[in-house]
């Protein structure tokens, strides 16, 4: 079942602009994961901070965990056109089911040039 | 990173026939394989996980005598889509768990593409 709400669920924005996405869930985790996709491709994997880690970085990518709030973002800096694609993020617990990922619905980004 | 590999990458076939789906680790050995489905302009779901020399276990709504999973070694995942109808017609992905400093992070195929006519 479909764990993560992220909003927005669409983004438009300039190239050199920054694109903010937020991603919260319901239950309690070990991790979160933010995924990228392009149309029609598989998954990327992007960056993966843990429930005992408050923030991440990895290039332009900066991503948030707020456990209080059961809520993540993941903000993207001086976006280029090749941003473009879905933005998804995944909940990991592993005290269930051996540690599936749980997706949200994902946030559609498109960069104009 | 670890590589998992799906083949084929793509398929068309007619109602009524079945279609096997492979997931590959290439370059490591998995225990435990996840099988998600995704619906255009939707996000994953996943379908069952997938249990190296033991059944599957499916998620609620899933048919698993519809949806035939096998992990007969710990590289290799199928997924066997029986009688297929048109609503089966989707992008399935498969992803291998490798336990990294106790993330076990998931490393995810590149998806096949299944289109029932």
């Known amino acids: 079942s479909q764990q993560g709400e992220e909003d927005p669920q669409a983004l438009s924005i300039q190239e050199g602009e920054n694109a903010t996405m937020n991603c919260s869930y319901k239950t309690s985790i070990n991790n979160l994961q933010w995924y990228r996709q392009n149309s029609g491709r598989g998954l990327v994997h992007l960056i993966l901070?843990?429930?005992?880690?408050r923030e991440k970085h990895s290039g332009r990518l900066r991503v948030t965990l707020d456990t209080s709030k059961k809520s993540s973002s993941l903000l993207i800096t001086a976006s280029r056109a090749a941003d473009t694609a879905s933005y998804f993020c995944a909940t990991a617990n592993y005290g269930g089911s051996q540690g599936n990922l749980i997706f949200g619905k994902g946030t559609k980004l498109s960069v104009k040039p | 990173g670890a590589v998992v590999s799906q083949h084929p990458s793509r398929v068309i076939c007619k109602s009524g026939t079945s279609v096997k789906i492979e997931c590959r680790s290439l370059d490591f050995q998995a225990t435990t394989m996840f099988w998600y489905r995704q619906f255009p302009k939707q996000s994953l779901m996943l379908m069952a996980t997938?249990?190296?020399?033991?059944?599957?276990?499916?998620e609620q709504g899933v048919e698993k005598d519809k949806f035939l999973i096998n992990h007969a070694s710990l590289t290799l995942s199928t997924l066997t889509v029986t009688s297929a109808h048109p609503e089966d017609s989707s992008f399935y992905i498969c992803?291998?768990?490798?336990?990294?400093?106790?993330?076990?992070?998931?490393?995810f195929g590149p998806g096949t593409r299944l289109t029932v006519l």
């Open positions: 997938s249990n190296e020399g033991s059944k599957a276990t499916y």
């Open positions: 901070i843990r429930s005992n880690e």
């Open positions: 992803s291998a768990n490798q336990p990294s400093g106790g993330a076990n992070e998931q490393f």
